[in-house]
């Protein structure tokens, strides 16, 4: 009995116990394991959409998109329209203690393990 006032005390205190906290704070809370794509802030800036995100939104409709908040909203309005055109959720993560340059996570709600997340140049 004790134990578990004791956890109430301390999520209360500290808050929720997180896995993986550190890749959280790179990867706009998503973890690693359920990244389709990540896309830096300086390739959501572009004026171009990342065509490509279409089709893996298709191929993976249980996903769900994350977007820094650090970014300007007329770069992250065209994904937020693909988002809802999709009937994907989307979060825009405004997370001023942590820094990250990744400007755009699409993840799965299950682990895939990707091994190429990123992509070079479009």
């Known amino acids: 009995m004790t134990d578990k006032i004791d956890d109430y005390l301390n999520r209360g205190i500290h808050g929720a116990k997180e896995t993986k906290k550190e890749e959280r704070k790179v990867y706009l809370t998503a973890i690693r394991e359920r990244i389709i794509l990540a896309l830096t802030d300086g390739q ?17 409709p249980d996903c769900q ?32 203690k942590n820094e990250t340059d990744i ?8 682990a895939i393990n990707k091994p190429n997340i990123f992509v070079d140049n479009f």
């Open 44 to 60: 959501v800036m572009k004026n171009n959409i990342y065509e490509p995100i279409k089709q893996l939104i298709k191929e993976h």
């Open 103 to 110: 400007g755009l996570v699409l993840a799965s709600t299950k």
């Open 65 to 96: 998109l994350f977007l820094d908040g650090e970014v300007n909203y007329r770069y992250l309005s065209k994904y937020i329209k693909v988002a809802n055109n999709a009937n994907i959720p989307f979060t825009i993560v405004d997370d001023l």
